[in-house]
């Protein structure tokens, strides 16, 4: 099939000073420790967020299409399990992929993807189950009958394979047609089956793996228009008859002439106000420059205002794998740099930029929109024999804050020598410190900073609870 665009199948201010003098009083085995922090506070803030970390930090996923046969490219791997925490086969799991053959199926492309993305702790999307593209020419030849057979079949048998492994599956992919009719688009399913293959489908699904979320997936349907609004009647059905679906994909493929709707937001919100979660699925967008980052960063903050748009994936790594290279649509260039559109997208989950790319304030000059919030991250930075230094990092979410609050609950036993970067008063059991900021109160959105302590164990080696993060 031939597809082309209308039918794409905190500022950090340095606590160095502030851990010498702190160091120079802990002495001895604190002052190795409290050396340790610095150097690793350092490394963090040049490195910048990593968009998955940043879209984490928002309660979504991000993620990018992934080939199996460049996984072995070091730039290729090293920038997927950096920046990324959710992958869509781009072509692995298709029918064509799958089940050439009837009944004889080879999962050993996609295999290389999911195990890949397990190790990383990185979600899955399934992509996809019934589409009429990359259908294998033996599907197409069959009667009704056997046709239902086949596709009951092929749905049971690659979700049964990845049960437990697959976050949500785009179930049916691209049913509709394109123009205002509305209505379906030929293939062997709809036109041997009829309407019905799509609710066949999804039931199939949800009888086999009960807790992967079932999609239908589609490309122009961003914006409000004959097609989306069939999709969306179809999407009303199910819910009222309580035809299992969860889900509706937005493929989100732009360029000039399909650009990113004016009513975007506005359309993934009605689907979301249907009861399903709505995702962006194969996100690319042509161009290059400050254009290409203003819509991505459009994007991205639609996503963000709309609760139940849980995940945005790009549809591909670097530009030279994209499936309309030619367009340059993707947000890495063809050596792994990172692009405008990378830094809109990051500014708009709100992450902070790290080294050369950070204007110079780690994003400082966004005021933000929205609540203000926080969340406290622990992780043990140096441990000895006898006792350990924690760290607890501070992030801002979508808006500026002014102060943060967090209590440290140490464990039996445990006494503490000393607490930089932070203000600390003690309950009355001595055991509960809350802490709050010295200097460091005041975060832009998405900025970070950190205070740590050194712990005497006395025997008890385990991290101190750290409660959630309070802002003000
Ligand atoms: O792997 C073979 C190679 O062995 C062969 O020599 C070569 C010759 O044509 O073809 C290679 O396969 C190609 C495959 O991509 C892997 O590169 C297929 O021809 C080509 O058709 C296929 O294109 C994919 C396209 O779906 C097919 O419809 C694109 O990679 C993939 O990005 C694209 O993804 C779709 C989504 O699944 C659905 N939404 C639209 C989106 C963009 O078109």
Known sequence: MSINVSDPGGRHRSPLRAFARRALALGGAGLVSVTGVVALSGTAQAAGTPLGAAAAGQGRYFGAAVAANHLGESGYATTLDTEFNAVTPENEMKWDAVEGTRNTFNFSNADQIVSHAQSKNMKVRGHTLVWHSQLPSWVGGLAAADLRTAMNNHITQVMTHYKGKIYAWDVVNEAFQDGGSGARRSSPFQDKLGNGFIEEAFTTARSVDPAAKLCYND???DGVNAKSNAVYNMVKDFK???????????QSHFNSNSPVPSDYQANLQRFADLGVDVQITELDIEGSGSAQATNYGNVVKACLAVTRCTGITVWGIPDKYSWRA??????FDDNYGKKAAYTAVLAALGGTSGGGTDPGNGGGTDPGTGTKSCTATYAATQTWQGGFNGQ???KAGSAAITGWSVKVTLGAGQTTTGVWNGTTSWDSTGKVMTITPSYNGALAAGASTSFGFT??????????????CTAS
């Not at 009222?240 to 937005?250: A, E």
């Not at 712990?455 to 959630?468: E, R, T």
């Open 219 to 221: 490309y122009n349907t």
């Open 240 to 250: 009222t008859r309580g035809v299992p679906i969860d889900c509706v994909g937005f």
């Open 326 to 331: 030619s367009g340059t649509p993707l947000l």
């Open 392 to 394: 607890v990092t501070i």
């Open 455 to 468: 712990v005497q164990a006395n025997g008890n080696a385990a991290a101190p609870a750290v409660s959630a």
